[in-house]
């Protein structure tokens, strides 16, 4: 197009402008572009233009969680729970800024960094740790692990004394034969069943269960601190990739909340604790999580099975009719959840359980004593069954770890403890004609004489919280410890197989036998030996050693096959009938405690570990006692 000519008006451009008006009119227009493009940052969060020109930040795995704890009711009316042991990330990830950052409950660092796909799967790998599929991804906490093994009184594993000066010594020898019977299951497990969460070791296959929801590799994940205490470099090393490699946690299925939290996650717990390897706090909190809706109830006390699928929860069909959830279940989750929030920084893992509390203090307890059913829905007793055996047990000794576990500052704890062993001893307990001392089952003020295996466990839980009685106190209770410990004992050498029973009986002139088949059996159990450890640690009677010696020659008279160890139907038979199972908690519990039974004192030192009820090991407190202690 041909531009006219206009006297006296030369074009400075093609758009017939001169240079100090095309210089004013960019300088419009960039102010305008300016404005539009600044207003986008005040629009809304949810504004459509907004989110087709600004990408979209990357949600930090589990700060959802977190935020959702912070604005939780309870997380600000109610105190904060009793701290385990502190926590930080594994040697070598030391980070400058975390020496800034807020200090939250008594000093324990925390700190959050927004990192990229990229950063987190570069760390993942100069860390050890296999790349997280979607769901399992990086939980931002940091846990300053080389601190943590700092504050520990005793080295884990122990003064590791020169054992060349007695390479023969006798102790050292029998040490040597349960680790070699913990290699022994391992490796029939591997070759006939890794990745089952059992073996069967007659037909040389894998079991699942219907108990886990799902989960896989229960053996695996029990074994893991028992390896690593018995320093099977090898073995933890093969359990710890199929963790990182094949234990996968998006399963559908319905779960006990109470063995998926001691076996699963107190394993999982405890590995990492021992280890500092990320893996295995990540999958534990995410496996807490999935916990969580077992306890949408209305009093908070939670069923006992949870379903992974659609978050819905039920009471076990046997626990009167439906109605009732177990004292030994919802009571043995408080040292396992306080960890949880510890290494998360959720505060509702911890919340759930102080619940529970709450409710057991404010109901009426008969003559001081726990029945074993309550409604979760009700909260109240459905029926007046006392045990300290099956259905009661673990809820017990959780009070008294978790007061050691606290470094002694749990009050609620130790004083509800000492309060239901009163009762117990006044309700329940009693002593033979024999002169066996055993705790009786209390149904409505009428008692059963008899003792399950389980109870068994009781001789070492009472000399566990021996010391911290009441002074007066204090002597009686080792004596009771030992005298339960001894009836127990006398229940594996009143056997053909110098194995206990699943339960026995003190009447018609019988003490400490069964009186029935469907009572006779043995499944690798490990409270015996259990008890038979702790009172080692107290007293240092060599009684112990042997009895635990003869546990280790039972066992390989008894159980072992050609493909790992199996329980068996009679221990009154000098013919075993195997059942064909080795139990998870075998190598969890059995084992353990009788290798600690023939170590020092200072291999997973009390001073600074609890076992939870599967033997999982988790840490003492001993931040929380150096913080009261310096004023």
């Known amino acids: 197009m041909l531009m006219r000519k206009v006297p006296g008006f030369v074009p ?62 309870l997380a600000h009316e109610q105190e904060s729970p009793p701290n385990p042991a502190p926590a930080a990330p594994a040697p070598g990830k030391d980070d400058p800024s975390s020496q800034a950052t807020t200090r939250r409950r008594k000093g324990w660092l925390r700190r959050t960094h927004p990192t990229g796909p990229r950063e987190e799967a570069t760390a993942a790998r100069s860390s050890g740790v296999a790349a997280l599929r979607p769901q399992e991804e990086s939980i931002p906490f940091s846990f300053d692990f080389s601190a943590f093994r700092s504050r520990l009184r005793h080295p884990v594993l122990g003064t590791r004394g020169d054992e060349s000066k007695e390479p023969q010594s006798v102790v050292r020898t029998q040490r040597e034969k349960v680790k070699e019977m913990m290699q022994f299951a391992w490796q029939s497990y591997r070759r006939y069943a890794m990745g089952k969460n059992e073996l069967r070791p007659l037909t040389k296959d894998g079991y699942e269960g219907s108990m886990f929801g799902g989960l896989s590799g229960a053996t695996v994940i029990d074994s893991l601190d028992t390896l690593y205490l018995m320093e099977l470099k090898e073995e933890f090393q093969e359990a710890k990739a199929w963790v990182e490699e094949s234990f996968h946690l998006n399963v559908s299925g319905e779960a006990s909340l109470f063995e998926v939290n001691i076996r699963y996650i107190g394993g999982l717990l405890s590995a990492f604790y021992l280890t500092g390897e990320e893996v295995f706090r990540i999958k534990a909190i995410k496996l807490g999580e999935k916990l ?20 819905s929860n039920r009471s076990w069909g046997w626990a009167m009719a439906g109605s009732s959830s177990i004292l030994a279940e919802f009571g043995s989750l408080h040292l396992e959840f306080l960890h949880l929030t510890e290494l998360s920084g959720n505060q509702v893992f911890a919340e759930k359980v102080k619940n529970i509390r709450k409710v057991l203090k404010k109901i009426d307890k008969p003559f001081g004593l726990y029945p074993n059913f309550l409604s979760p829905v009700s909260g109240n007793w459905m029926q007046h069954h006392v045990s300290v055996g ?67 466990f009781s001789g070492g839980m009472i000399a566990l919280g021996a010391e911290d009685a009441k002074e007066e106190k204090r002597a009686h209770y080792r004596e009771l410890a030992a005298q339960i410990t001894k009836t127990c004992h006398e229940s594996y050498a009143r056997s053909d197989t110098k194995l206990g029973p699943e339960a026995f009986w003190f009447n018609s002139g019988r003490e400490a036998v069964a009186t029935q088949l469907s009572e ?112």
């Open 12 to 73: 400075a451009s093609p758009w017939g402008l001169r240079l100090p008006q095309k210089f004013l009119f960019l300088l419009f227009l960039s102010g305008l572009i300016t404005l539009c493009f600044g207003a986008l940052f005040l629009l809304p969060k949810s504004s459509r233009l907004k989110r087709l020109f600004l990408a979209p930040r990357t949600p930090q795995p589990g700060l959802e969680a977190m935020a959702e704890a912070a604005s939780h009711p």
């Open 292 to 311: 969580l809706p077992a306890f949408n109830t209305p009093t908070g006390i939670p069923k006992g099975v949870v379903n992974f699928k659609s978050g």
């Open 390 to 456: 099956g259905l009661g047990d673990s809820f017990y000794e959780y009070l008294i770890k978790s007061w050691l576990m606290s470094a002694k500052t749990d009050m609620e704890a130790k004083d509800m403890y000492y309060e239901a062993l009163e009762a117990i001893e006044t309700h329940l307990l009693n002593v033979s004609p024999g002169g066996l001392t055993y705790i009786a089952e209390w149904r409505g003020g009428i008692l059963d004489h008899k003792m399950g295996h389980l109870a068994c």
């Open 520 to 631: 006779s059996y043995y499944i690798l159990r490990p409270e015996v030996v259990e008890s038979y450890m702790y009172l080692w640690r107290q007293t240092h009677d060599p009684i112990y050693r042997e009895w635990g010696w003869e546990v280790v020659m039972a066992l390989e008279k008894n159980c072992r096959t050609e493909a790992g160890f199996s329980g068996i139907h009679d221990v009154y038979s000098s013919i075993p009938n195997h059942d064909n199972k080795q139990q998870t908690f075998f190598l969890a519990e059995t084992l353990k405690y009788l290798y600690l039974l023939f170590s020092e004192d200072d291999v997973l030192s009390p001073e600074d570990w609890v076992f939870n009820t599967e033997a999982h090991p988790l840490p003492v407190n001993h931040l929380d006692s150096s913080s009261r202690a310096g004023g």
